[in-house]
């Protein structure tokens, strides 16, 4: 049970127990914002998003947090720290922090700049989807344990590996919200529609309240006609949303869109961020007004949640979806396996698509 569920009676005793997933997951949740940027697929974007987002937010004096969760280690690099240092006595990386109890979030916050603290990975990280494999509470080790520091940020974004395992799950855990770093390509637009189904999954089993809050669109060449028809596809499937019960209905597609710009692919082998390696180039220019918009969006409601955490859905769900028409949004055809529980069904009418259960819990 949480720590900060002390009940006064034997009525909320027995309401405690029913929620005391939510309990700690509420007040974690009202401050600072927390962010996942997830998209499963790799180089579209997710780790020059995180630390240049964060490095301009963190310039508008607001107390920011990084969380590596990539076993690559990119964001700890990018920043010019030294991965293989955070295994030195008295260093932690979020390795440690997941797999030894001993940890709390402050051992493995390093400061990076002004305003900017990080909780960076190293390679053992790839290891600690398998070492948790037993561990009971393992989708959620990372939101249990960040509530120590989380009053010490306005801002958490939290870079996800290129995939949907466990550590996925933990940034999904202790997120609010997601924002999707893209490319405006076709095959871009499937890998979004299985995504948004994954928030959706993910909503109704670890955690009632995330959303999609944001696309942002990467390495952008907004002068091609296809960049331009994947934009206004896209602007078009949110608007439509907007209707629907669906962890997206806020979504939207961020402006600026970052453009492609050299500097930034150059910046993380200097281990800088674009602002300390050329702050007036287009790259920089286009994450400081990002963050402005990211600033200025609404932030979820409290209590906007709509689905209650249903402990009794199986670990291993299949997603399948029909065959999709070329140039909508959700034309997924491929299934899609998502270590982590669901409830029985996707709703159909926001995706023609079905959830169908593999459990090897039987009727647990
Ligand atoms: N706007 C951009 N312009 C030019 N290169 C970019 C831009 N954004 C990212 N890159 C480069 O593209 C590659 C993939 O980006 P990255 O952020 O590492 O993707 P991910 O974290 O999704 O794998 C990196 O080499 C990065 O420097
Ligand atoms: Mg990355």
């Not at 960049?227 to 499937?237: G, K, P, S, Y």
Request: aromatic residues 4%.
């Amino acid at each position: 049970m949480g720590s900060q569920c002390v009940p006064a009676s034997r009525a909320e005793q027995a309401a405690c127990l029913v929620s005391h997933d939510t309990f700690p997951y509420t007040s974690i949740m009202s401050n600072p914002r927390t962010i996942a940027l997830l998209n499963q697929k790799g180089g579209v974007g997710k780790t020059t998003s995180t630390v240049n987002l964060g490095a301009a937010i963190a310039q508008l004096d607001k107390r920011v947090c990084l969380i590596d969760l990539d076993p690559q280690a990119h964001l700890t690099l990018h920043l010019g720290l030294d991965p293989d240092a955070l295994d030195n006595p008295g260093q932690c990386s979020v390795y440690d922090l997941l797999v030894d109890d001993e940890i709390t979030a402050a051992d493995a916050l390093t400061p990076a700049r002004e305003n900017l603290f990080v909780i960076g990975a190293e390679v053992d990280l790839a290891g600690a989807e398998t070492e948790l494999a037993a561990h009971p509470d393992r989708q959620r080790i990372l939101r249990r344990k960040f509530a120590s520091v989380a009053d010490r940020f306005d801002v958490v974004l939290i870079d996800c590996p290129p995939s949907l395992g466990l550590l996925t799950l933990n940034a999904l855990s202790l997120a609010r919200e997601v924002i999707v770093p893209m490319q405006a390509h076709f095959l871009a637009l499937q890998g979004v529609s299985k995504l948004l189904e994954t928030v959706g999954l993910v909503g109704r089993s670890v955690n009632p309240e995330i959303c999609v809050s944001g696309i942002v669109l990467c390495m952008h060449e907004g002068q091609t006609t296809l960049a331009r028809e994947i934009v206004a596809d896209l602007e078009t499937f949110f608007e439509q949303a907007q209707q629907q019960e669906v962890p997206w209905r806020n979504c939207r597609v961020l402006k600026p869109a970052v453009r492609r710009n050299i500097k930034l692919a150059e910046a993380p082998s200097f281990g800088q961020t674009i602002f300390d390696y050329e702050p007036w180039c287009p790259g920089a220019n286009d994450y400081r007004k990002l963050a402005q918009q990211v600033l200025g969006m609404n932030t979820p409601a409290e209590g906007a949640a709509s689905h209650t955490v249903d402990e009794r859905v199986p670990e291993i769900v299949t997603i399948s979806t029909p065959e999709g028409t070329p140039g909508t949004i959700l034309g997924s055809t491929t299934p899609t396996e998502v270590t982590g529980r669901a409830s029985e069904e996707s709703d159909s009418k926001h995706g023609a698509s079905h959830v169908s259960k593999t459990s090897n819990h039987g009727d647990s």
